[in-house]
């Protein structure tokens, strides 16, 4: 199974950017579609991006597209996603996730540890 690690998380003002980091190791992602999701306090974990095995096709939730992208790096092992315009909407704990099948986690899948982004008004 393959380990995930976030980073990039911290505290940002509304309309400032971030970019979070998800890093494999054990066994590489490649190969497999990797997602970002995210939960607020007292709401339920949502999905927020995911990028096909190449980078080459995107998806994105409504509440982010045009503010967020996914990207990945595969021979880092690595996805990032570049959140520019954040609002405070968006403070939240972010996971990224693989595979992504169809817009959902198996329950073999593998999720990070998480990183909270915090965006003040």
């Known amino acids: 199974q393959v380990q995930l690690v976030e980073s990039g998380g911290g505290l940002v003002q509304a309309g400032g950017s971030l970019r979070l980091s998800c890093a494999a190791s054990?066994?590489?992602?490649?190969?497999?579609?990797v997602g970002w999701f995210r939960q607020a306090p007292g709401k339920e974990r949502e999905f927020v991006a995911r990028v096909n095995w190449s980078g080459s096709a995107t998806y994105y939730a409504d509440s982010v597209k045009g503010r967020f992208t996914i990207s990945r790096d595969n021979a880092k092992n690595t996805v990032y996603l570049q959140m520019n315009s954040l609002k405070p909407e968006d403070t939240a704990d972010y996971y990224c996730a693989a595979p992504v099948i169809g817009g959902r986690v198996p329950d073999f899948g593998s999720w990070g540890q998480g990183t909270q982004v915090t965006v003040s008004s």
């Open positions: 054990g066994r590489t992602f490649n190969g497999k579609a």
